[in-house]
């Protein structure tokens, strides 16, 4: 009865070094990972939460993309409406000059072939492109926004649509990066044509002095496309900015559930250690051996 007692005694402490070992085991791997799960079953709910974490963090970095390709898309947008601006405003100042009583026809000619120059350039601006797609063009991004007739131009005829591009800033709002080129520019393209024939066929000064109104609407309409454009960057940035701090949030608690806390994890290993030793102690108790009797 003394033999079978000690035998179970012995069975016992072996199970027990067993369980020991593999806790130790467990301590060590997490240690050398620095992760906390390593399997759904390590911990169900946490495994659950984490991944809900990834998955939020995952839309968050993907919705960082679309926002900086958005303000990258609309740095190109307020570049080329400057341009525009710029070379309306020079139309605007040669026609101011045109409409004076004092220059002849020859000097209204000289002025009308810069016009002409001017017209050019704003259809090249009218016809910019960023990654590929024609930024004024709307949905129809493989299409040229204007279609240049002649040379010098008789007709710049709009050829894309209204569609707007929208990139997503939340899980609940998108917002639009482009301007139609027919919202932004209108008519200014006929209205310069008209403006340029006038200058060359020697128009009288009221004539001349009536595009104003024209090119005066089209600087107009730029200008508030630009603040448009600029208020959507400021929004794209405030939208980025959130995000960025969402992320840092999102890492924080899928770190929390997922990775060890080291100053934890050499407690416990040196709690497993030990027992670890006493469990060797008690065998060797158990068994008449020594310990390095039974490492051997």
């Known amino acids: 009865m003394v033999r079978v007692s000690e035998q179970s005694r012995l069975t016992a402490h072996m ?31 946490g495994a659950a939460l984490a991944l809900e974490h990834r998955a939020d963090i995952a839309f968050e970095a993907q919705m960082r993309r679309n926002l900086e390709n958005g303000v990258a898309f609309m740095d190109v947008t307020e570049a080329s409406l400057a341009s ?44 910019s492109e960023f990654g590929g797609a024609y930024i004024f063009s709307g949905h129809a ?52 044509i008209t403006l340029r024939d006038n200058l060359d066929l020697g128009a009288p000064a009221a004539t001349i002095t009536a595009s104003l109104t024209d090119i005066d609407a089209g600087i107009d309409r730029t200008l508030v496309a630009r603040a448009e454009i600029g208020a959507r960057v400021n929004r794209f940035g405030a939208a980025l900015r959130q ?46 051996l020594s310990l390095l009797d039974y490492l051997r």
């Open 141 to 192: 991004t493989q299409t040229p926004a204007y279609l240049v007739t002649g040379n010098p131009p008789t007709a710049i005829t709009f050829q894309g649509d209204t569609g707007e591009r929208v990139r997503r800033i939340s899980k609940q709002d998108t917002v639009a990066v482009n301007v139609p080129g027919s919202t932004v520019f209108g008519a200014i393209f006929n209205d310069l």
């Open 15 to 45: 199970r027990y070094l067993g369980t020991v070992t593999e806790r130790m085991d467990r301590v060590q791997q997490q240690l050398a990972t620095g992760r906390r799960i390593e399997r759904a079953s390590d911990d169900p709910a």
């Open 243 to 288: 995000s960025e701090q969402t992320d840092t949030n999102l890492q924080e608690l899928r770190s929390g559930i997922e990775e060890i806390d080291l100053s934890e994890m050499v407690v416990r290993l040196t709690a497993e250690q030990n027992a670890l030793q006493a469990a060797f102690s008690a065998i060797s108790s158990a068994s008449g």
């Open 84 to 127: 525009f601006t710029d070379s309306l405003q020079r139309v605007r100042e040669l026609t101011v000059q045109a409409a004076n009583d004092t220059l002849s026809g020859t000097d209204r000619q000289t002025i009308a072939r810069e016009v002409n120059q001017l017209i050019e350039h704003l259809a090249q601006v009218a016809n």
